[in-house]
């Protein structure tokens, strides 16, 4: 989680919201990203979707099987789904978001019978700093 | 919606699960796509995504404001997200999906106070051709 917090922290320096994502199969780092929908002009270059095709690119697969993501903040609607599709097997994430998060709030996507493969969910990991960065950055954006 | 049909059917001839998708901006078509998982080994890639991402690449904006959005099948919690997420202004599909679906299934992002822009929905348009389209492809992958 240290990396994908300076993953976070690099996206607030370029001006994008802080969420910072890497990917992990058999404890090697596959990819690592912060947010960068503003510098791709992409509204999908969530950090979660990046390291996501990024690692589906190397492995040559759409399919991630046995692979963990972490990632700073809790997936929207968006992310929750590719990281279902991509049959993640564990998702760890640092603060929960109720304005726009879609695995414990919205339409809490994991408990619907619409989604066919569901992650082991561990939240709360760095969650004091995770949401310290975003709090910063929001507050910084209101000066 | 005829073109988004077209892009479904190239899509099955290339052994992808066919769906089609159409951007227009101003009655001019700003980008169209067929679903391309497999072929592009991304988790991401359904016909919604490719042209939404297209679309924000030609203008140049990750807001793909006054755009609207034809697709043949009702779009999944990742596509109903980042649809809301480029602001599309209305979203036209055609067969409804109970199994995948996430605009009147699942978790309906749009009826969700996670979800911060709401497109006019248009739902059932060309919608037997659509769903007759996915039977067939099913069917035969059955065989």
Redesign the interface.
Known sequence: MARALGEARAAAARGEVPVGAVLVKDGEILSSAGNR??E??????HAE?LV??EA??L??????VGCDLWVTLEP???????IS??RIRRLYYGASD?????VE?????YA?????HVPEVYPGIAEREAGELLKTFFAGRRD
């Open positions: 929908t503003l791709l002009k992409d509204p999908s270059a979707m996501i095709r589906a690119r492995l040559g697969s759409e399919r991630l929207c609607a968006m992310c929750a789904a590719v599709f991509a109720p304005k726009m998060g879609g709030h919205g339409g809490r996507h619907q019978t619409t989604c066919h």
